[in-house]
């Protein structure tokens, strides 16, 4: 591990180091000039050198550059970061710019006739995928709204209905959408056990899996290569290799059905398992996993005890580090170094009113007020990857912010809201590229999913519309 960590920092090397690596090629008379030149602007060329090679849109002048400016914003940050992104610990803090009142006003997609499920904001921010419970997937222009493409879905079989055609979309809800970090491939996964794969550039479908045995909950691209990770109730986790579009491998050890994963750009995949309350790391690698028990129960809220019977999602801070939500409403911290949680807010969206009717007996009463109030329990995660910015959705109206607390104290606290009404099924967050690329300083726009019903299920409905909404929050 120690030559590992080594090579790594080598990889990335420091301003010295630079010299080597992005020196120009020279004749005899200006190598003989370059003898003559001073330190400061010998860092002053490399550094320049080094700038071209990243492809930054830097606006500066020739005339404005400071060799130790450059030392310091530019060279140095942008070595930081790449270092501790390959160690995968998060290390921006970016939260801190989103402590404002966020304007309501939203770009609403309506195109959805039935509860809308899943969605996802590709890399770049040009497009946004959704879907919804009559199998249609569609396609938007993220910053304009305007409808680029819809996917059908397909009758399901029954007495008067053929077989449905599975070359053509799903015939049943879509429950998941991943796209691959090119902006190449769009993955949905559905109730009818199917794994759709499409195509962003030419909006055709190019494959169909059928090798889960029950519904597909969850998808999730790596961030470094095309290869897929999806979920299923069926309990089993699969690996595909999107650009031979393929099947790789299948894991196993969950007792109930997995209803959400999460993954960066290491080969490693974090998922909850629904009731049996356990959250798995996969060293896919390795070949391993790591258990992590849930079913956290709250310090007797209101005079309630509200227990974590569900884990229902998860979304990953860092390669170390992730947050699950459930049915108690509890927002949960892990790291990979405890099988606890490291740290737990517990009914973090409030609880649902209770409206007591009434009634001529007092004792009747008495025994309607003991019925236990329920909390708003977490039906959507999303973060910021490597940051100390995450989000959390339910059907309580708001989407809420929440910050990582700095330095070694664990725990995260509620930095700002985001009106929505209805059930939010999904939350897909994206960083825009900005005019600089080393900036620290960027918007990110966040798409919320919103449906009447919940995603998995029609045991509540809200009076609302199915639509997707669209915040983007300047920096």
């Given at each position: 591990?120690?030559?590992?960590?080594?090579?790594?920092?080598?990889?990335i090397?420091?301003?010295?180091?630079?010299?080597?690596?992005?020196?120009?090629?020279?004749d005899?008379a200006?190598?003989?000039?370059?003898?003559?030149?001073?330190?400061?602007?010998?860092?002053?060329?490399?550094?320049k050198?080094?700038?071209?090679?990243?492809?930054t849109?830097?606006?500066?002048e020739?005339?404005?550059y400071d060799?130790?400016?450059?030392d310091?914003d530019?060279?140095?940050?942008?070595?930081?970061?790449?270092?501790?992104?390959?160690?995968g610990?998060?290390?921006?803090?970016?939260?801190?710019?989103?402590a404002?009142?966020?304007?309501?006003?939203?770009?609403?997609?309506?195109?959805?006739?039935?509860?809308?499920?899943?969605?996802?904001?590709?890399?770049?921010?040009?497009?946004?995928?959704?879907g919804?419970?009559?199998?249609?997937?569609?396609?938007?222009?993220?910053?304009?709204?305007?409808?680029l493409?819809?996917?059908?879905?397909?009758?399901?079989?029954?007495k008067?209905?053929?077989?449905p055609?599975?070359?053509l979309?799903?015939?049943?809800?879509?429950?998941a959408?991943?796209?691959?970090?090119?902006?190449?491939?769009?993955?949905?996964?559905?109730?009818?056990r199917?794994?759709?794969?499409?195509?962003?550039?030419?909006d055709?479908?190019?494959?169909?899996?059928?090798?889960?045995k029950?519904a597909v909950t969850?998808?999730?691209?790596?961030?470094?290569?095309?290869?897929?990770?999806?979920?299923?109730?069926?309990?089993?986790?699969k690996?595909?290799?999107?650009?031979?579009?393929?099947?790789m491998?299948?894991l196993?050890g969950?007792?109930?059905?997995?209803?959400?994963?999460?993954?960066?750009?290491r080969?490693?995949?974090?998922?909850?398992g629904?009731?049996?309350?356990?959250v798995?790391?996969w060293?896919?690698?390795?070949?391993?996993q790591?258990?992590?028990?849930?079913?956290?129960?709250?310090?007797?809220?209101?005079?309630?005890?509200?227990?974590?019977?569900?884990?229902?999602?998860?979304t990953?801070?860092?390669?170390?580090?992730?947050?699950?939500?459930?049915?108690?409403?509890?927002?949960?911290?892990?790291?990979?170094?405890?099988?606890k949680?490291?740290?737990?807010h517990?009914v973090?969206?409030g609880v649902?009113?209770?409206?007591?009717?009434?009634?001529?007996?007092?004792d009747?009463?008495?025994?309607?007020?003991?019925?236990p109030?329920?909390?708003?329990?977490?039906?959507?995660?999303?973060?910021?990857?490597f940051?100390?910015?995450?989000?959390?959705?339910?059907?309580?109206?708001?989407?809420?912010?929440?910050?990582?607390?700095?330095?070694?104290?664990?725990?995260?606290?509620?930095?700002?809201?985001i009106?929505?009404?209805?059930?939010?099924n999904?939350?897909?967050?994206?960083?825009?590229?900005?005019e600089n690329?080393?900036?620290?300083?960027?918007?990110?726009?966040?798409?919320?999913?919103?449906g009447q019903?919940?995603?998995?299920?029609r045991?509540?409905?809200?009076?609302?519309?199915?639509?997707?909404k669209?915040?983007?929050?300047?920096?």
């Amino acid at each position: 591990k120690k030559a590992s960590k080594e090579e790594e920092e080598s990889d990335i090397g420091d301003i010295e180091d630079l010299e080597h690596r992005y020196e120009t090629e020279t004749d005899e008379a200006s190598s003989e000039d370059e003898f003559l030149e001073t330190a400061a602007e010998k860092r002053l060329r490399v550094a320049k050198d080094y700038i071209d090679k990243v492809k930054t849109t830097t606006t500066l002048e020739a005339e404005e550059y400071d060799a130790a400016q450059i030392d310091r914003d530019l060279i140095a940050e942008r070595l930081m970061t790449d270092a501790q992104e390959r160690s995968g610990k998060w290390s921006r803090r970016i939260a801190s710019n989103f402590a404002y009142a966020i304007d309501k006003s939203a770009l609403v997609l309506n195109g959805h006739k039935l509860p809308v499920t899943c969605v996802a904001i590709s890399p770049n921010g040009q497009y946004l995928y959704s879907g919804c419970k009559d199998g249609r997937l569609v396609k938007w222009n993220r910053e304009t709204g305007a409808k680029l493409a819809v996917f059908h879905g397909q009758k399901k079989k029954t007495k008067k209905n053929p077989p449905p055609n599975h070359n053509l979309g799903h015939s049943d809800h879509i429950l998941a959408i991943a796209i691959s970090n090119d902006n190449k491939y769009v993955a949905t996964g559905g109730r009818d056990r199917r794994i759709h794969i499409w195509s962003v550039k030419e909006d055709k479908h190019l494959a169909v899996f059928h090798q889960h045995k029950d519904a597909v909950t969850g998808l999730v691209f790596r961030r470094t290569v095309n290869q897929l990770y999806s979920c299923s109730a069926d309990r089993m986790v699969k690996l595909w290799n999107i650009d031979e579009l393929g099947y790789m491998d299948t894991l196993f050890g969950h007792q109930d059905g997995i209803l959400s994963i999460a993954a960066l750009q290491r080969e490693q995949a974090v998922t909850v398992g629904g009731r049996d309350k356990t959250v798995r790391l996969w060293k896919i690698a390795d070949e391993t996993q790591l258990v992590f028990r849930g079913g956290s129960s709250t310090d007797h809220h209101q005079d309630r005890e509200f227990v974590e019977d569900c884990i229902d999602c998860v979304t990953m801070i860092d390669e170390e580090t992730y947050v699950t939500g459930g049915d108690s409403g509890a927002l949960s911290l892990w790291s990979v170094q405890k099988k606890k949680p490291v740290y737990i807010h517990h009914v973090s969206h409030g609880v649902h009113p209770i409206a007591l009717p009434t009634a001529d007996d007092g004792d009747e009463n008495d025994e309607i007020s003991a019925i236990p109030a329920r909390p708003h329990w977490i039906t959507a995660l999303a973060a910021v990857p490597f940051t100390d910015l995450f989000f959390s959705a339910s059907s309580d109206g708001w989407i809420r912010l929440w910050q990582l607390r700095p330095g070694k104290t664990p725990g995260f606290d509620l930095l700002n809201v985001i009106p929505v009404a209805g059930y939010v099924n999904g939350l897909s967050v994206c960083e825009l590229p900005g005019e600089n690329p080393m900036s620290t300083k960027r918007d990110i726009v966040v798409a919320a999913a919103v449906g009447q019903e919940p995603r998995l299920g029609r045991w509540e409905k809200q009076k609302v519309r199915n639509v997707v909404k669209v915040f983007q929050l300047p920096s």
